[in-house]
Nanobody
Framework: QVQLVESGGGLVQAGGSLRLSCAASGSIFSINAMGWYRQAPGKQRELVAAITSGGSTNYADSVKGRFTISRDNAKNTVYLQMNSLKPEDTAVYYC??????????????????WGQGTQVTVSS
């Protein structure tokens, strides 16, 4: 079984910073890509940033230059450093693990997994 657990959300004033972390646990061989998505009230979930196991990154235009995604492959952990936060960044942030290869007694499987979400609120 694979679990993703986020931490680091909270309330911050506009212009401030937060750092989100997401740790994947379980009998994991590898994770292809890890990413952060967000969903604001009344809106669809959207990609914020993603990073492959090789370190290639992808960002939403709205966060380029302000957010930085990184990962520690040995720890199966992904981070999102968020600077110059704006009220429009307010949302529930979800961690995603794509194409997670994991194993159990006599088997190995692949799957995509999500964390439970962490609230980020930016006040004006």
């Amino acid at each position: 079984q694979v679990q993703l657990v986020e931490s680091g959300g909270g309330l911050v004033q506009a212009g401030g910073s937060l750092r989100l972390s997401c740790a994947a646990s379980g009998s994991i061989f590898s994770i292809n890509a890890m990413g952060w998505y967000r969903q604001a009230p009344g809106k669809q979930r959207e990609l914020v940033a993603a990073i492959t196991s090789g370190g290639s990154t992808n960002y939403a235009d709205s966060v380029k230059g302000r957010f930085t995604i990184s990962r520690d492959n040995a720890k199966n952990t992904v981070y999102l450093q968020m600077n110059s936060l704006k009220p429009e960044d307010t949302a529930v942030y979800y961690c995603n693990g794509e194409n997670v290869l994991y194993y159990g007694p006599g088997y190995s499987r692949r799957g995509d997994y999500w964390g439970q979400g962490t609230q980020v609120t930016v006040s004006s």
